[in-house]
């Protein structure tokens, strides 16, 4: 991230899909970062040493249920072995973690949409992962279920 996309503790991030700009508030452990380093961000790694470091938070993390993600390629359906879920972890999985917990936390789709860069509800739906117990927990917190 760039220092000059910090002002007044607020991110301005322009979408690459759509070119709209999202503010969002500037996260504490982003300000703890910034402290350390005397206002600057270190420097920005490339995604694969991104990724690469991901995979070992998310592993360091106990994130090892098995799991094997089914795939089409050229119209047949592959079923890969199944690998512990941190070596499928990237930096778009935590996109979409954020997109996903914004959403279990209340936050209205259409603010978690521009901070994506989603224009279509559509896409974004196919973006977000949810199940029943996500769907429960945000139904009990609803006053209709209190």
């Known amino acids: 991230m760039r220092n000059d996309l910090i002002e ?17 508030p500037v996260h504490r452990y982003v300000k703890a970062v910034l402290k350390k380093y005397n206002g600057k961000m270190p420097k920005q790694l490339n995604n ?3 990724n690469d470091l991901i995979k070992i938070i998310c592993q360091s993390a106990f994130i090892r249920r098995m799991t094997a993600i089914p795939h ?3 119209g047949v359906k592959l079923n890969p072995e199944p690998v512990e879920k941190w070596n499928l972890c ?14 279990n936390q209340g936050c209205p789709v259409s603010i978690v949409m521009r901070i994506s860069g989603h224009r279509s509800l559509e896409a974004f739906e196919k973006y977000i992962l949810s199940d ?12 209709l279920f209190q």
Not at 8 to 21: A, P, V
Not at 132 to 143: E, G, R
Request: include cysteine; charged fraction near 30%; proline fraction near 2%.
């Open 8 to 24: 007044n503790d607020i991110i301005k991030i322009t979408s690459q899909k759509t070119g709209e700009e999202a503010e969002i």
């Open 48 to 50: 694969d040493k991104t």
């Open 72 to 74: 089409t390629k050229g």
């Open 90 to 103: 990237h930096s778009h999985t935590a996109r979409r973690s954020l997109c996903t917990n914004l959403i």
């Open 132 to 143: 029943s117990k996500d769907m429960i927990a945000i139904l009990k917190k609803i006053p």
